[in-house]
C-alpha cells in the first residue's frame, strides 16, 4: 500500500470481515483465529492514529447496536439518547486527550499538518461556496488551484485529508447536501439493518444474525476514516460505500443463515 493508514484501514476492514465469519461459522474456527490474530498484529504494527480511533468507533457502534437489539422495539426511544450522548462524549474525549495520546504512538497533535491543510483548502472553497471548483478527484498537482496548493516538506498532496473537505472545494454546498443525504440514509438503513428483529420464518421466531451488521460496522469504518482522509471518494472505498449504499436500499435483511464451514 506504500502507506501506513491505507494499510491499516484494509487491516480494519478484513478485521470486520473475519469476525463475523467467526460468528457465524463460515470459516473453520482455526483459520478464523489466524486470521483475526494476523490483523490484529498488522493493525497493532502500523501505528495508525486515525484508523485506531476509527476501530474505537467501529467497537462503541457493535456495542450500542448488540444493547439495542436486547431492548424491545416499543422502548428504543428511550435508550437512543444515551447512546448519542456516549458518540458526542467519545468525540470531545478524542479531541481533548489527542496531545496526551497521540505522542504515544509517534503521532503529532495536529494530526500529522492536516489542520494546516484543512484551513488552506477551506479558505480556497469559499472562493466558491455553492457549486464549488469542479470534481477532479485526486488533485491534479499541475492545474489551478490545485497547483501546489498543499505542499509539505517537500510532498505535494492530491487530496485534503478529509472527504468532506474535499466535497466542498470540488462540490460546494450543493455537493456536501447530496453526499450527506446519501450518508444518512445509508447509515439509517444499515442500523435499520442491524438491530431490528428478523422476520419469523413459518411463524417460529427467527434468531439476530452477526451479518446483519455488517454494513454498519464498514460504514462506520469509511465514515470515521473520512474525518482523515478523501479515501471516500476514491476508488476502492467509494465502490464499497455504493455496494453497502445499494445493498441495504434493495435488499435490506439476509435471505437466511448463512452455510456453516465444516469443523
Given at each position: 500500500?506504500?502507506?501506513?493508514?491505507?494499510?491499516?484501514?484494509l487491516v480494519l476492514l478484513a478485521l470486520i470481515v473475519f469476525?463475523?465469519?467467526?460468528?457465524?461459522?463460515?470459516?473453520?474456527p482455526v483459520s478464523s483465529a489466524v486470521w483475526i490474530a494476523l490483523a490484529l498484529l498488522e493493525h497493532g504494527?502500523?501505528?495508525s492514529a486515525t484508523v485506531l480511533m476509527a476501530t474505537i468507533a467501529v467497537g462503541f457502534v457493535l456495542v450500542v447496536a448488540l444493547l439495542i437489539r436486547r431492548?424491545?422495539?416499543e422502548r428504543r426511544l428511550v435508550v437512543y439518547p444515551f447512546g448519542i450522548a456516549g458518540v458526542v462524549i467519545l468525540a470531545v474525549l478524542s479531541i481533548r486527550l489527542a496531545d496526551v495520546f497521540f505522542p504515544l504512538i509517534?503521532?503529532?497533535d495536529n494530526l500529522t499538518g492536516r489542520l494546516a491543510i484543512w484551513d488552506t483548502v477551506v479558505d480556497l472553497a469559499w472562493q466558491h461556496p455553492w457549486g464549488g471548483w469542479g470534481w477532479i478527484s485526486y488533485w491534479a498537482p499541475w492545474v489551478e488551484p490545485f497547483k501546489n496548493l498543499i505542499v509539505q516538506d517537500g510532498t505535494v498532496y492530491l487530496q485534503a485529508h478529509n472527504a468532506w473537505i474535499d466535497i466542498f472545494l470540488q462540490l460546494g454546498v450543493v455537493g456536501l447536501f447530496v453526499f450527506g443525504c446519501l450518508i444518512a440514509a445509508t447509515t439509517v438503513r444499515s442500523w435499520w439493518m442491524?438491530?431490528?428483529p428478523p422476520s419469523p420464518v413459518v411463524?417460529?421466531?427467527?434468531?439476530?444474525?452477526?451479518?446483519?451488521?455488517?454494513?454498519?460496522?464498514l460504514l462506520t469504518a469509511l465514515v470515521i476514516q473520512s474525518l482523515t482522509e478523501s479515501r471516500l471518494l476514491l476508488e476502492g472505498n467509494f465502490l464499497l460505500l455504493a455496494l453497502l449504499a445499494t445493498k441495504v436500499k434493495l435488499d435490506p435483511l439476509p435471505l437466511g443463515p448463512p452455510p456453516r464451514a465444516l469443523r
Open positions: 500500500m506504500g502507506n501506513r493508514n491505507l494499510l491499516a484501514f469476525a463475523i465469519e467467526w460468528v457465524e461459522k463460515t470459516r473453520r504494527l502500523t501505528r431492548v424491545p422495539v509517534g503521532r503529532s442491524a438491530v431490528d411463524g417460529a421466531p427467527t434468531p439476530f444474525q452477526a451479518i446483519s451488521l455488517l454494513p454498519l460496522l
